[in-house]
């Protein structure tokens, strides 16, 4: 059983990376919801996974793929379109937090979610392997490719600022 | 060196995403813990319904093979007693049951099948004793017998 001591402690070390995770497939409150239920579930485990870290980052994915899933049948059927809303709320002096986020957004999936796991998730190679269903090396390459296809746009200039300047 | 090695240029990118830092969650930190709290406390109480139905269910069980195996031993027992019993020295036979005789019509059916099954033959009672005197009855008040060799009464059935 988890104390709340030790549960509001996971909450802080690891609460804004899952929802950073979860918008990899819906939006904020959505995702906020995900990571809140993920919490809810960790707390009811009678014992505490030996991994935190990885089961919670399980559990969210689960959860917010479900919701991702509900929201493409709800968006088709509404003819809705989700808004962007910035994921960081600090990011460095040489690029501002939603052009970060549309980078990021960019990335191909596969390769954005080993981003995120390993960067702001702190999870090893060998548990992104494993929730991702393939194996560590793979994990490694993606996390490689993500990272060499987000330094050349970010050596880019931006498209909308090119087209406001000229 | 390591197995996962980036390049310079690209170990310079992730230390520089690591400072970038995600939007703080809007989830209220106390309410999840209460409400993390509440639930733990359900779940643990249908934690033990589990383990408490199994046990019970391994106690009926228990207690059913006991008495099952009580039961064969007895059924074992009697089957033996049985084996063993001889009828030729049974100290106190019982008397034969007699067959049960319900009171009826001395001329009606029953009473003649009646009387032909306990006595072989049909008998007739005098008139005033068991009941009125029949067309089948001697003359001399005797009860007769009917035979099938008796032309004289055959004729008068």
Redesign the interface.
Known sequence: MIGPERLGAIFDAHAANLVLFARQWCDGTTAEDVVQEAFLSLAKQSEAPVEVAAWLHRAVRNGAVSAFRGKTRRQRREGAVAVGEACFARTDDQIDAREATRLLEGLPPENREVIVTRTWGGLSFDQIGRLQGCSTATAFRRYREGLALLQERMGRPCPNTNSATT | MS??E?GD??TT??A????????????E?DR??F???K??VN??RN?FSWPLATVASILAAGLLGVSWDAERGRRHALEHELATFRPGVDPAPSAPARPVVFAAEPSSYLALTRSIRVFGELMLAPEGQNGPRGPFSHPNHEPCTLRSGSREFSMEL
């Open positions: 197995e996962h980036l240029d690209l990118l992730e520089r995403l690591r400072k970038w830092a995600p939007v703080p969650s809007r989830i930190r999840l813990i409400e993390a709290g639930q733990s779940a643990d934690r």
